[in-house]
């Protein structure tokens, strides 16, 4: 059961009574999902790569779609093109989605977020979006992506999505030189990303949560 909340920077998110867990985290939606994957993840690769034509991002979470149409909004602002896919194996339908999405949502924005699934969709001349309707745990590796933003649930509330199988899955999917990041700092989560070959680091967190997690793949 799906309950809409308004959180601490005036964006909405879910709270699913189910798992126990919210969508985004109740100090802000908005501001953890621009600190954590806009500005820790995209943008810091794009600051390391600025000739490359191209960012290729894979998000493990569709959710709300809130950081798809942040990243189109990076795209458009900053003139760079990116390919972004999605993965999600229970999608919210579009109806739930409007309830708590953006209040500012453009024509091309809302096509983010009720364009049919397992299609490919241009949205802009800076942003194409593939939405992936599936078990992340089916994914067999035909492409690699820069960035990987891993949002799913809390470690409580989905352990299986933080453990070494799940995390040597999204790993795998990077480049080399390749950003992972995501806003745990669980220990465990951290000492498996090392394991898997991949440097860490903690890094400052969004509102409420000291401390997140950022990996380059070497």
């Not at 806009?38 to 998000?59: A, H």
């Not at 809390?154 to 950003?179: C, D, F, R």
Request: glycine share 6%; charged share 25%; with cysteine.
């Amino acid at each position: 059961m799906l309950k809409k909340i308004t959180t601490q920077d005036g964006s909405c998110s879910f709270y699913d009574s189910v798992i126990k867990e919210t969508y985004h985290s109740k100090n802000g939606a908005l501001t953890e999902s621009l600190h954590v994957y806009i500005s820790k993840g995209l943008d810091y690769w794009i600051n390391l790569n600025q000739k490359l034509e191209l960012c290729k991002v894979f998000e493990m979470g569709f959710g709300t779609g809130l950081n798809a149409v942040l990243t189109k909004r990076f795209s458009e602002v900053n003139k760079k093109i990116i390919s972004y896919s999605s993965i999600e194996k229970f999608p919210l339908s579009f109806d739930q989605i409007k309830t708590v999405s953006l209040k500012d949502l453009s024509p091309n924005e809302n096509k983010i977020l009720n364009s049919l699934w397992n299609e490919i969709h241009e949205i802009s001349p800076f942003f194409k979006i593939h939405k992936i309707h599936d078990d992340f745990f089916n994914i067999i590796n035909k492409d690699f992506y820069d960035v990987i933003f891993y949002d799913p649930f809390a470690y409580h509330a989905q352990p299986y999505m933080w453990s070494e199988k799940a995390l040597k899955i999204s790993t795998n999917l990077l480049k080399k030189n390749g950003v992972w990041v995501s806003y745990c700092a669980k220990g465990e989560v951290r000492r498996i990303l090392e394991r898997l070959g991949l440097c860490v680091e903690r890094i400052s967190g969004p509102p409420g949560k000291r401390e997140m997690l950022r990996a380059i793949k070497n």
